[in-house]
């Protein structure tokens, strides 16, 4: 039989030893509290904006660490972000396929974002050199990192970068796992619930008036 393409990388086991429903849970209970923290420090940060502005002289540059707007921006981002693996987390533990979506497609905006970056990075391998200057001086290891080869940084971090994609491409695959295995096992439980509610109708012998004899009933016929 003639299969999809995309069916080979279909599998209802994740890291090995769990399921791809599980996983999901455990991933999305991750990213609920990673963003949870960085919620709690924005908040903190809006309450207290001294301790987390830091003058130009600090940074080496004419702007600041972060103004009103942009904290007001990643409180809402974080927002969107806990109420996307909220649900993502609900929708595997109650097996609603529809829930994991946002959550899958955030998935894919980041992984497009990180692919973006590595693709600049080898085409414009120069923007890392201009990016270390622009660092603050107390920055640290900054002389050192500026010190290794640019060609060896560049392979540096395109390697980084690869390692990254490839664990994220994996945990995509994760999640659409279980959006495909609970989609198939909502669908597989609306058939069997329509073939145990149909009924099966047998006819009784009948005579043939033309023989004059009794022939057997037609094949019986199912209605709902």
Known sequence: MLSSPWARFYSNSCCLCCHVRTGTIILGVWYLIINSVVLLILLS?????????????ELGGEFEFMD?????????????MILICA??????????????IPFF??????????????ISVLVYPSTIQDYLRQLPTNFPYKEEIMSVN????????????SIILAFKGYLISCVWNCYRYINSRNNSDVLVYITTNDTAVLLPPYDDPVNGAAKDPPPPYVSA
Do not use: E, R
């Not at 940060?45 to 002289?57: I, V």
């Not at 009103?68 to 409180?75: H, P, S, V």
């Not at 649900?87 to 994991?100: E, F, L, R, V």
């Open 105 to 118: 497609c955030y998935q894919i905006f980041d992984f497009a974002l990180n692919t973006l970056v590595a």
């Open 68 to 80: 009103d707007a942009n904290m007001c921006i990643a409180t809402a981002i974080s927002l969107l």
């Open 150 to 161: 640019p060609t060896c940084l560049v392979v540096i971090i395109l390697l980084f970068i």
């Open 45 to 57: 940060a809006l309450t207290d904006p001294d301790q987390y502005h830091l003058t130009s002289a």
């Open 87 to 100: 649900m993502a987390t609900y929708g595997a533990y109650k097996q609603h396929a529809a829930w994991i």
